[in-house]
């Protein structure tokens, strides 16, 4: 039950109860091995918080500003896709939660809610992130809808050039829209609440491989059919510069894993940039983006924001964060095994608890603000 998730493990629990396992292990698995998806947590656990006592924290101020805007927590909902495929209320539900927290959400190229209906249903931080598709017209009429809609920021994904070896997902025969198969077919008979949904419910939308959204055109594809020939693997720096120009407005990078990309991020006048592995999605072996905090901290020297995207369970991994120098914490797995446990009660919960360790963590840090937080307060272990 709901009310027994006490942190984000108990979420994934609940999510693994509710969903048909070829799901669930799109949603948990990651690239290979797994290893990088693993230390994107244990990373947080080399370094220590050291704490500061009787320092008044009866009145703590737990808001910020992100890429622009008032944030009341420093923390994002990271941008992820085929939401509607883990619970039928998909990104409105995250989007809800987040305006009801005052907090950032992001709704990826590949949602399965349009731009506009997300953009409709609230005025709070909300950011688009795109994924260069090879058709132009495609990049180019997604830029105008975000533009249009009134969306805050545009993140480029730039970690997906091809797809990251997803060993759950091959086994399973993942495609979206989701397909029934032999090994799975049990699974989803005994979800009947998740399978009725998706048997009965809209189906989703995405851009498809003739390039454009069509209401349910039925065509099933796996992620790395989709990443593989939709994508555009030439995608350099000078698509980056343009399409930072063709957006106009706050512009992000997501998946700087070096301090020499960041440095070209500052180059290109990127606003912000998201150090992240996308999950461990891709390159398993790769660093964790809280390793690579400090050396992109210095490297950037402040002229910009710095998104830490990976690994985030526990509100003393966005506090860590924050002290190592980055202006938020933000996370895709941390809030999605809620939405596919409860919906946006689920979200909303996941939210709260979030929000109350980062309000006890700084109590017991010893400071009331943020901007306290800085890296005299970790050591390494
Ligand atoms: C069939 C399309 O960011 C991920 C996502 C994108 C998946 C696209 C799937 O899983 O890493």
Redesign the pocket.
């Known amino acids: 039950r709901l009310s027994d998730c006490h942190n984000i493990d108990d979420f994934r629990r609940l999510a693994k109860q509710r969903l048909p396992w070829p799901v669930f292990d ?1 949603i948990d698995g990651a690239a290979d091995d797994e290893v990088t998806k693993a230390r994107n947590t244990s990373a947080f656990d080399t370094m220590d918080l050291v704490p500061d006592v009787l320092a008044g924290v009866g009145q703590i101020d737990t808001s910020c500003q992100i890429m622009g805007r008032h944030s009341a927590l420093p923390l994002v909902l990271s941008p ?3 939401q509607r495929a883990f619970h039928r209320d998909g990104e409105r539900a995250v989007a809800q939660a987040a305006a009801r927290f005052g907090i950032w959400f992001g709704i ?1 190229s ?1 949602a399965t809610h349009s731009i506009e209906e997300i953009a409709a249903l609230t005025d709070g931080p909300k950011l688009f992130q795109l994924y260069v598709h090879k058709d132009q017209g495609l990049n180019a009429s997604m830029i105008e809808r975000c533009q249009t809609a009134g969306f805050d920021a545009l993140a480029l994904t730039v970690d ?1 050039i091809v797809s990251g070896k997803r060993e759950r997902c091959l086994r399973s025969g993942f ?2 829209p989701p397909r029934f198969s032999a090994s799975s077919l049990w699974s989803y008979a005994t979800r009947p609440r998740w399978t009725l949904d998706y048997v009965f419910g809209p189906k989703f939308r ?1 851009p498809n491989l003739d390039g454009h959204v069509e209401e349910g055109s039925g065509k099933a ?3 790395q059919d ?2 593989n020939t939709m994508l555009d693997t030439n995608m350099d720096w000078d698509t980056a510069a343009r399409i930072r120009q063709d957006w106009g407005g706050t512009f992000a990078l997501k998946g700087i894993m070096s301090a020499g990309d960041a440095r070209k991020a500052v180059e290109i006048g990127a606003d912000a940039i998201w150090i992240s592995n ?2 461990g ?1 891709q390159l398993d072996g790769s660093r964790a983006p809280f390793d690579q905090l400090r050396e992109i901290v210095e490297a950037v020297d402040g002229e910009i924001e710095i998104i830490l995207d990976g690994g985030v369970r526990r509100g003393t991994h966005v506090l860590k964060s924050l002290a190592a120098g980055a202006t938020a914490a933000s996370g895709g797995r941390l809030y999605l095994y809620a939405l596919a446990a409860a919906g946006q009660d689920g979200v909303e919960r996941a939210v709260q608890i979030l929000k109350e360790e980062i309000e006890r963590g700084m109590r017991l840090m010893g400071v009331t603000s943020i901007d306290q937080l800085a890296p005299d307060r970790l050591r390494r272990r």
């Open positions: 799109y992820t896709a085929l990826s590949l997906t495609t979206t995405l594809v796996s992620i989709y990443f996308h999950g999605r």
